[in-house]
């Protein structure tokens, strides 16, 4: 999987590269937030790492940027801080970060966090693609369009009333 770290101490930059090429992941490296936009543009990236601060543009400055253009595709972002007060957190997750992980990083929390997002990834793929094998049968049969519309409704309904089912007590 192509992950980019955006990270400005050179050492964590490092650290964090040799812990995901060691796993397998081809990993693309940037500076700072403005680096990490260029890079964005020309690669198709599904991961970012990031850091929260950082000179010229910071992680939450980053993440409000991708959480608000249109013109790139969605990205699972993981912030990597030392920044443990809740409010951090909560303006973290409010930019629109979607996972943290602690400084001094510990690879096999890292290895899981990316195992997860990539699951993650997965099912928002895998979602797109029904989605847009109902358009398209739509656009082909309006019966069969609305029909996979009641379904998808249906469906959306049932899993939520199963899933309330689950959480009550016994």
Same mark, same amino acid.
């Given at each position: 999987m192509k992950i980019l770290v955006v990270e400005d101490d050179e050492i964590s930059q490092g650290v964090l590269e040799s812990i995901l090429k060691k796993d397998g992941h081809e990993v693309l490296l940037a500076g700072n937030g403005q680096e990490a936009v260029e890079v964005i543009k020309k @690669?198709?990236?599904?991961?970012?790492? /990031? *850091?929260?601060n950082m000179p010229v543009m910071n992680g939450i400055e980053l993440t409000r940027f991708l959480r608000?253009? +249109?013109d790139i595709n969605y990205v699972?972002?993981?912030?990597?801080?030392?920044?443990?007060?809740? @409010? *951090?957190l909560l303006e973290g997750l409010s930019a629109g970060v979607n996972d943290f992980i602690s400084k001094p990083i510990e690879p096999t929390e890292l290895f899981l966090r990316i195992k997860n997002a990539g699951q993650i990834l997965e099912l928002e793929t895998t979602s797109l693609a029904l989605f847009? /094998?109902?358009? /398209?049968?739509?656009?082909?049969?309006?019966? +069969?369009?609305?029909? /996979?519309?009641r379904i998808r409704l249906y469906s959306k309904v049932l899993g939520r009333k199963y899933a309330a089912l689950m959480w009550m007590p016994a």
């Amino acid at each position: 999987m192509k992950i980019l770290v955006v990270e400005d101490d050179e050492i964590s930059q490092g650290v964090l590269e040799s812990i995901l090429k060691k796993d397998g992941h081809e990993v693309l490296l940037a500076g700072n937030g403005q680096e990490a936009v260029e890079v964005i543009k020309k @690669e198709q990236i599904p991961i970012i790492i /990031l *850091d929260w601060n950082m000179p010229v543009m910071n992680g939450i400055e980053l993440t409000r940027f991708l959480r608000s253009s +249109t013109d790139i595709n969605y990205v699972y972002i993981i912030m990597v801080t030392s920044r443990n007060a809740k @409010e *951090d957190l909560l303006e973290g997750l409010s930019a629109g970060v979607n996972d943290f992980i602690s400084k001094p990083i510990e690879p096999t929390e890292l290895f899981l966090r990316i195992k997860n997002a990539g699951q993650i990834l997965e099912l928002e793929t895998t979602s797109l693609a029904l989605f847009s /094998l109902a358009k /398209l049968a739509e656009s082909k049969d309006t019966d +069969t369009g609305n029909h /996979l519309e009641r379904i998808r409704l249906y469906s959306k309904v049932l899993g939520r009333k199963y899933a309330a089912l689950m959480w009550m007590p016994a």
